[in-house]
């Protein structure tokens, strides 16, 4: 038994037995996956809304999409209201903090990949002894605190964990990073250089080398003109237009031309794919940073070489498939026993941003 996971029904159950009208905040993919459930598990949904500068007499499967204010004035005062999109912004979080002191609010944990199976009380007993063992070796009781919230926010669907545990990224990377001007530094899924430019606000833009890699073509674009600007200061940054994984060749991708592009289930083109020590080459690599859409376990694989011989500080992503909360830091601990490793949330709903660090003794 996990004496951490206090939750004990599930927002399934929750959405099967309450009371209340049900209302979803949101429209686009998300929302669509949430009413096919409904609609299966025959739950019903009584309204759609949007904020209210987005919300101009739309229609959303079959729903008028309305404002909160009328939905209320239609529905009463106490709703339940499901999050149906993501979201980072500071803007968008405040109003999801706002709802929540209002009203039961929940943001479904929904897969990011469909083949994926997702945090169930099920789920809990099945990996329980690999989830204690990594609960109580991680490395900080803030890590602890993080591990059990986003347990229980999966489960429960409840936003306030999501919102308890929450730090800012830049501060934990200066605190447990703690970048340095001499870093070698490889991103794994550069984007468009967003995380290059983070590493330089906490170096003052002095660093002894970028190894970027990106294999989405849009990105990689904005990626190569970061870098030639970059070089006009004397800045190094060395760009391969490719994937990353656990051997050299070519795989199949879903080129999105944003964040969410993946080699999971994809079929859109073929596109290189290379190995942390395949560019790594020998250097003497620093800090690697890797969120690379579900491809984490692959990457990890493929620099058994470059992490024992150098251990290098790591950023990385924890969010792509539920198991990962379990899997990623025991692959970090066979390759670097001695890794101290911390689990951080960075602001977005649901539990995305979930990043862990690793650092040697």
């Known amino acids: 038994m996990l004496d951490f996971v206090i939750e004990k029904e599930s927002v399934w159950e929750l959405l099967k037995s309450t009371t209340k009208p049900i209302v979803l905040y949101g429209m686009g993919n998300g929302a669509d996956k949430l009413l096919?459930?409904?609609?299966?598990?025959?739950?019903?949904?009584?309204?759609?809304f949007a904020s209210d500068e987005f919300v101009r007499g739309q229609h959303f499967r079959g729903f008028t999409v309305e404002r909160y204010d009328a939905l209320k004035a239609r529905l009463g005062e106490e709703?339940?209201?499901?999050?149906?999109?993501?979201?980072?912004?500071?803007e968008v979080l405040?109003?999801?903090?706002?709802?929540?002191?209002?009203?039961?609010?929940?943001?479904?944990?929904?897969?990011?990949?469909?083949?994926e199976e997702t945090v169930s009380e099920g789920w809990l007993a099945k990996h329980e002894s690999e989830l204690k063992e990594v609960y109580e070796?991680?490395?900080?009781?803030?890590?602890?605190?993080?591990?059990?919230?986003?347990?229980?926010?999966?489960?429960?669907?409840?936003?306030?964990?999501?919102?308890?545990?929450?730090?800012?990224?830049?501060?934990?990377?200066?605190?447990?990073?703690?970048?340095?001007q001499q870093e070698c530094y490889l991103d794994l899924g550069a984007y468009n250089g967003d995380?290059?430019?983070?590493?330089?606000?906490?170096?003052?833009?002095?660093?002894?080398?970028?190894?970027?890699?990106?294999?989405?073509?849009?990105?990689?674009?904005?990626?190569?003109?970061?870098?030639?600007?970059?070089?006009?200061?004397?800045?190094?940054?060395?760009?391969?237009e490719?994937?990353?994984?656990?051997?050299?060749?070519?795989?199949?991708?879903?080129?999105?031309?944003?964040?969410?592009?993946?080699?999971?289930g994809a079929s859109k083109r073929v596109v290189p794919v290379t190995t942390i020590?395949?560019?790594?080459?020998?250097?003497?690599?620093?800090?690697?940073?890797?969120?690379?859409?579900?491809?984490?376990v692959q990457a990890l694989a493929g620099g058994v070489r470059t992490i024992t011989q150098y251990k290098p500080k790591l950023f990385v992503a924890a969010y792509h498939?539920?198991?990962?909360?379990?899997?990623?830091?025991?692959?970090?601990?066979?390759?670097?026993?001695?890794?101290?490793?911390?689990?951080?949330k960075h602001p977005y709903v649901p539990a995305w941003e979930l990043n862990f660090i690793a650092v040697s003794n």
């Open 321 to 344: 498939y539920d198991v990962d909360l379990f899997r990623l830091p025991q692959l970090i601990w066979q390759l670097v026993p001695d890794y101290k490793v911390y689990l951080r």
């Open 242 to 264: 490719s994937g990353i994984w656990n051997s050299v060749g070519e795989l199949s991708f879903s080129d999105s031309g944003g964040r969410q592009s993946t080699f999971v």
């Open 277 to 296: 020590d395949a560019v790594a080459s020998g250097r003497p690599i620093s800090y690697i940073k890797m969120d690379v859409e579900g491809a984490e």
């Open 79 to 90: 709703l339940l209201v499901v999050i149906a999109f993501a979201s980072e912004r500071p």
């Open 94 to 115: 405040a109003r999801f903090a706002q709802l929540d002191a209002e009203q039961q609010v929940v943001a479904p944990h929904l897969p990011l990949f469909a083949e």
């Open 195 to 240: 995380t290059i430019q983070e590493l330089g606000r906490l170096t003052n833009f002095q660093w002894q080398q970028v190894v970027a890699v990106e294999p989405d073509r849009r990105n990689c674009r904005k990626l190569r003109a970061l870098a030639e600007e970059l070089a006009q200061q004397g800045l190094a940054v060395e760009v391969h």
């Open 137 to 180: 070796r991680l490395a900080d009781e803030q890590s602890r605190k993080v591990f059990a919230a986003t347990l229980n926010y999966k489960l429960s669907g409840k936003i306030k964990y999501l919102f308890d545990c929450t730090t800012e990224r830049e501060a934990d990377l200066h605190a447990l990073i703690a970048p340095s």
């Open 36 to 48: 096919d459930w409904c609609t299966a598990n025959k739950v019903t949904v009584q309204g759609v």
